[in-house]
């Protein structure tokens, strides 16, 4: 975890995995670099939110692999999902309990993200979860949970660095760099503040 700058409660706080997907951000808002995966993703996020102040909202920008064909670009989510945790036999233990169910953002689209600890390079995990959701990554369910919880404001915009599936590994080190910088143009135009 890395938070490069200081949070206040008139700024929104923007929060990416890892500094490869930041390497093109310019401005003065705060940073936070999470590390890849929900562990360190959820810990980061809950952890300076805890600290305070609190920002006035969280943008989640990162890399995001197509689940289906044809998926480019740059996408606001509006719902995401966990894709390996197994709810229904949690909740066949637990007598009904609910554990990880979808999650609407209020200020999202229409695409769903599959959330997962799982680097998605082969074609039958790949098919598996386009059932789910069109695009997968390893942290937005995890950030989507920290922020309702603290009860902050969060969107979460993804760009396609990669067809999850067999060679996303090479792919996604190849694409990154072009990926921050749609990640970055994006921020710079839909990002309320910025002096």
């Given at each position: 975890?890395?938070?490069i700058?200081?949070?206040?409660?008139?700024?929104?706080?923007?929060?990416?995995?890892?500094?490869?997907?930041?390497?093109?951000?310019d401005?003065?808002?705060?940073?936070?670099?999470?590390?890849?995966?929900?562990?360190?993703?959820?810990?980061a996020?809950?952890?300076v939110?805890?600290?305070?102040?609190?920002?006035?909202?969280?943008?989640?920008?990162?890399?995001?692999?197509?689940l289906?064909?044809?998926?480019?670009?740059?996408?606001?989510?509006?719902t995401?999902?966990q894709?390996?945790?197994?709810?229904?036999?949690?909740?066949?233990?637990?007598?009904?309990?609910?554990?990880g169910?979808?999650?609407?953002?209020p200020?999202?689209?229409?695409?769903?993200?599959?959330?997962?600890?799982?680097?998605?390079?082969?074609?039958?995990?790949?098919?598996?979860?386009?059932?789910?959701?069109?695009?997968?990554?390893?942290e937005?369910?995890?950030?989507?949970?920290?922020?309702?919880?603290?009860?902050?404001?969060?969107?979460?915009?993804?760009?396609?660095?990669?067809?999850?599936?067999?060679?996303?590994?090479?792919?996604?080190?190849?694409?990154?760099?072009?990926?921050?910088?749609?990640?970055?143009?994006?921020?710079?135009?839909?990002?309320?503040?910025?002096?």
């Amino acid at each position: 975890m890395e938070l490069i700058g200081e949070i206040a409660a008139d700024r929104p706080l923007l929060v990416l995995a890892v500094k490869e997907e930041a390497q093109h951000l310019d401005t003065d808002l705060p940073v936070l670099l999470t590390g890849m995966g929900k562990v360190n993703a959820a810990t980061a996020l809950a952890t300076v939110l805890a600290r305070g102040p609190r920002p006035s909202g969280v943008v989640n920008l990162g890399t995001a692999g197509a689940l289906r064909p044809g998926w480019t670009g740059t996408h606001v989510v509006g719902t995401v999902v966990q894709h390996d945790l197994d709810g229904a036999t949690l909740a066949a233990l637990t007598d009904g309990g609910t554990y990880g169910p979808p999650m609407t953002l209020p200020d999202g689209g229409d695409v769903v993200l599959a959330t997962g600890d799982l680097f998605v390079s082969d074609e039958a995990a790949r098919a598996r979860l386009a059932e789910l959701a069109p695009l997968v990554d390893m942290e937005g369910y995890a950030l989507a949970v920290a922020a309702e919880r603290a009860g902050v404001p969060l969107r979460i915009v993804k760009h396609v660095s990669d067809d999850a599936g067999e060679g996303a590994g090479r792919t996604w080190r190849e694409s990154v760099a072009g990926c921050a910088r749609a990640l970055a143009d994006w921020a710079a135009a839909n990002v309320p503040y910025r002096s």
